[in-house]
């Protein structure tokens, strides 16, 4: 739900620290996942169209008040929509930062907090900033009531009703990767941050309350005009998938620049919008395969990114955590990016790392993504691990 707002509703004044689209201008849509039990609230955010959701998720708890989980920008109409579950199921008692790698979720911390100045606030630990590691109350949190996660989930005010695991510190060089996985027990429900993702064919609803990057994505070139239409649509988001996953997939081609401004004159719309009528980029006809390999039917997979640049930093512990996670009996995952909520049991999540093992039991939901499609995150590890800006990837379990 989401009702009609006005700018001023959707506006985010902050959007310079990380400038990510929408910029400014932020909807929120707020959705029931289990009646009176837990909501999630989305905005889209991108580069270059490339949108996709970010998602926060709140849970009501036994004894009334509610949960929060990787809060996203507290607009005014974010704040209401939270406001209306706060009167209807108790006051805001804890927000929890999940990641401490992820700025995306880390800038709206401290401005959603100070929105709910009763909560208690909690973080995962090895939080880090650059370029100074600056203390947690300078990055814009409540010094009088910011408290770390501890590793045993019992010594928080919340543990009867949630368990968590901590995943890291993992070792990226310039900072710590981590991320802590909530489990709701009365709910059966599993919430993470980046490890786990989903997609879907058609794009989520609220990418859809701006089709614009959806149809500036379905062109073959700058000079054609696309029909909005659910063709149009689904055909941009599955294509923005593939961007968002891979940076570029191999069904990718990116042309010279010169060819690019030449074309851009013949363009019909040249506005800034636009980016003035640039288009540097042809899809071959096949491309489809890609996407249908990244979306497996809606099963649940760890984002090419993550595999190759971040979690292969340390198979053994990220094996370790999923092992302790899949003892748990969920039976949906919310993660704080694309679809959502994913119909998976325990066992289909500790599927989706067995590409961090030599001889994995593979199964039938098994992501068995193009190698192909993995060459410029290759290309960019190679790089990285060259001019040592992060550790080499350590031996698969």
Same mark, same amino acid.
């Given at each position: 739900?989401?009702?009609?707002?006005?700018?001023?509703?959707?506006?985010?004044?902050?959007?310079?620290?990380?400038?990510?689209?929408?910029?400014?201008?932020?909807? !929120?849509?707020?959705?029931?996942?289990?009646?009176?039990?837990?909501?999630?609230?989305?905005?889209?955010?991108?580069?270059?169209? $490339?949108?996709?959701?970010?998602?926060?998720?709140?849970?009501?708890?036994?004894?009334?008040?509610?949960?929060?989980?990787?809060?996203?920008?507290? !607009?005014?109409?974010?704040?209401?929509?939270?406001?209306?579950? %706060?009167?209807?199921?108790?006051?805001?008692?804890?927000?929890?930062?999940?990641?401490?790698?992820?700025?995306?979720?880390?800038?709206?911390?401290?401005?959603?907090?100070?929105?709910?100045?009763?909560?208690?606030?909690?973080?995962?630990?090895?939080?880090?900033?650059?370029?100074?590691?600056?203390?947690?109350?300078?990055?814009?949190?409540?010094?009088?009531? !910011?408290?770390?996660?501890?590793?045993?989930?019992?010594?928080?005010?919340?543990?009867?009703?949630?368990?968590?695991?901590?995943?890291?510190?993992?070792?990226?060089?310039?900072?710590?990767?981590?991320?802590?996985?909530?489990?709701?027990?009365?709910?059966?429900?599993?919430?993470?941050?980046?490890?786990?993702?989903?997609?879907?064919?058609?794009?989520?609803?609220?990418?859809?309350?701006?089709?614009?990057?959806?149809?500036?994505?379905?062109?073959? !070139?700058?000079?054609? %005009? $696309?029909?909005?239409?659910?063709?149009?649509?689904?055909?941009?988001?599955?294509?923005?998938?593939?961007?968002?996953?891979?940076?570029?997939?191999?069904?990718?081609?990116?042309?010279?620049?010169?060819?690019?401004?030449?074309?851009?004159?013949?363009?019909?719309?040249?506005?800034?919008?636009?980016?003035?009528?640039?288009?540097?980029?042809?899809?071959?006809?096949?491309?489809?395969?890609?996407?249908?390999?990244?979306?497996?039917?809606?099963?649940?997979? $760890?984002?090419?990114?993550?595999?190759?640049?971040?979690?292969?930093?340390?198979?053994?512990?990220?094996?370790?955590?999923?092992?302790?996670?899949?003892?748990?009996?969920?039976?949906?995952?919310?993660?704080?990016?694309?679809?959502?909520?994913?119909?998976?049991?325990?066992?289909?999540?500790?599927?989706?790392?067995?590409?961090?093992?030599?001889?994995?039991?593979?199964?039938?939901?098994?992501?068995?993504?193009?190698?192909?499609?993995?060459?410029?995150?290759?290309?960019?590890?190679?790089?990285?691990?060259?001019?040592?800006?992060?550790?080499?990837?350590?031996?698969?379990?």
């Amino acid at each position: 739900m989401g009702g009609q707002t006005s700018a001023r509703d959707r506006a985010w004044p902050f959007w310079p620290i990380v400038p990510l689209y929408p910029y400014g201008q932020r909807a !929120t849509l707020r959705r029931e996942i289990l009646a009176d039990q837990v909501w999630t609230f989305e905005q889209v955010q991108g580069i270059f169209y $490339v949108v996709v959701p970010i998602r926060m998720t709140v849970i009501k708890l036994a004894a009334g008040g509610l949960l929060v989980y990787a809060p996203i920008a507290p !607009t005014r109409e974010c704040i209401a929509l939270l406001r209306e579950l %706060e009167a209807a199921h108790g006051p805001v008692q804890y927000i929890l930062l999940p990641t401490v790698s992820g700025l995306e979720h880390k800038v709206f911390m401290g401005p959603f907090a100070r929105c709910f100045p009763t909560a208690q606030v909690w973080v995962a630990p090895n939080q880090w900033s650059f370029p100074l590691n600056l203390p947690l109350s300078w990055l814009g949190l409540p010094a009088n009531r !910011t408290q770390v996660l501890p590793a045993d989930s019992g010594q928080t005010p919340f543990g009867d009703e949630f368990d968590y695991e901590i995943l890291g510190p993992i070792n990226l060089g310039l900072g710590p990767f981590g991320e802590v996985a909530l489990f709701h027990r009365r709910s059966r429900t599993l919430l993470l941050t980046d490890t786990i993702v989903a997609v879907g064919e058609r794009p989520p609803a609220i990418v859809q309350l701006d089709p614009y990057p959806l149809l500036f994505h379905a062109r073959e !070139t700058g000079a054609e %005009e $696309v029909p909005d239409s659910e063709a149009s649509r689904r055909k941009g988001w599955q294509r923005i998938v593939l961007f968002a996953l891979y940076f570029r997939p191999s069904a990718l081609q990116v042309i010279p620049w010169g060819e690019a401004f030449r074309a851009a004159g013949t363009a019909p719309d040249r506005s800034r919008q636009a980016y003035f009528g640039l288009f540097p980029f042809r899809w071959r006809s096949d491309w489809g395969r890609s996407f249908a390999a990244l979306w497996g039917e809606g099963r649940p997979f $760890v984002a090419p990114i993550l595999q190759t640049l971040i979690l292969n930093r340390a198979p053994q512990q990220v094996i370790a955590w999923a092992d302790r996670v899949q003892q748990w009996q969920f039976e949906s995952i919310i993660p704080c990016h694309f679809e959502a909520p994913i119909k998976a049991n325990p066992r289909q999540f500790r599927q989706a790392f067995a590409f961090l093992e030599k001889n994995p039991a593979l199964g039938p939901e098994s992501a068995q993504l193009p190698e192909p499609d993995f060459e410029l995150l290759r290309s960019l590890e190679a790089g990285l691990i060259k001019r040592g800006v992060t550790p080499p990837a350590q031996e698969k379990v």
